[in-house]
């Protein structure tokens, strides 16, 4: 079953076996071999989940506005991470500490999304429309492997969920406020 959520911990536990590896490396030859693979599965994840996971949580999530909020400000601090180790000789002290930045942000996104995020989901989110979700999520790492034609820019997370709030409703709330609240079950 292609479940989303089950989906997003499969590329967690990827993740978290490929920081390892490179652990054991020095050569920046094999570093790279490593990396270059993880920073774009790092990038293509982040976004696909923007794409297609947390614009269905925050039509159904308890606590989904607090998540997704959270959720895109990590992506930024991953991707900030992943696009920086690029601006360095792989190998050098500058690239690893552009990788730990990444690792370090990418280990605490993971732990909260797992705990919050994906749980929430599970939680409301019907099995048939998590499976729908976990195929599209499929063919969006499909059509961008190795972050092919991705936008990989950073997302402003109040505006992120604004515009998907704004999108759900067809309209603005009048009072300003987000109305994610309300919204929770629509499609």
Known sequence: MA???????????????????????????DLAEVWQPLADLLDVHARAEEE???PHLLRRGEDAEDETLD???????????VH???LHPVGSTAWHAAVRKARL?????????EDEGLADFRRNADPGLREQLGRRFLEFKRQHEGARDLDVSDLDPQQY?????????????????LGIGGLKGQD
């Open 3 to 29: 479940d989303i959520t089950s989906l997003i911990l499969d590329d967690h536990d990827w993740f978290r076996r490929q920081f390892a590896r490179l652990d054991d490396l020095i050569d920046p030859a």
């Open 71 to 81: 959720a895109i400000g990590d992506h930024n601090d991953i991707r900030d991470g």
């Open 105 to 113: 942000a990418n280990s605490e996104h993971m732990a909260e999304e």
């Open 52 to 54: 297609i996971f947390y």
């Open 161 to 177: 969920v604004e515009e998907i709030e704004a999108e759900i409703s067809g309209h603005r709330p009048a009072d300003g406020s």
């Open 84 to 86: 920086e180790a690029a």
